[in-house]
């Protein structure tokens, strides 16, 4: 697994490639606390080339969620979610907490 991020103006972008489960969890997770370290709380992941995504790595997303949001703080929101995780995120009930956009400018510019 691969996880990059950007800084830009008001939004900080994560790219994660690869295969999330509970070996590769932290490394997404210390990446994410790293953004919400620096006090920056809107986040967008894009999940173009994410291949796999297990329960750590659902629990690493539910976390940080609930960490932007607190106090009004801010949001995480998906992009270019494939097919595949976007089933994982359904049957978890998990795709009514998160927004999802087709495309990581969408998901950037709606911030």
């Not at 969890?25 to 606390?33: C, N, R, T, V, Y």
């Not at 929101?77 to 097919?83: D, E, G, I």
Request: hydrophobic content about 45%; cysteine-free; charged content about 25%.
């Amino acid at each position: 697994m691969e996880v990059t991020s950007r800084q830009l103006k008001r939004v900080d972008l994560v790219k994660v490639n690869g295969r999330v489960d509970s070996a590769t969890a932290p490394q997404l997770e210390a990446a994410l606390q790293g953004i919400t370290a620096q006090e920056r709380f809107h986040i967008v992941i894009d999940m173009q080339d994410l291949e796999y995504l297990s329960s750590a790595g659902l629990r690493v997303l539910v976390s940080t969620l609930k960490l932007v949001r607190r106090w009004n703080r801010g949001d995480l929101r998906l992009a270019n979610v494939p097919p595949r995780i976007s089933e994982v995120l359904d049957l978890a009930g998990l795709n009514v907490l998160f927004q999802s956009f087709d495309n990581t400018t969408d998901a950037v510019g709606s911030f």
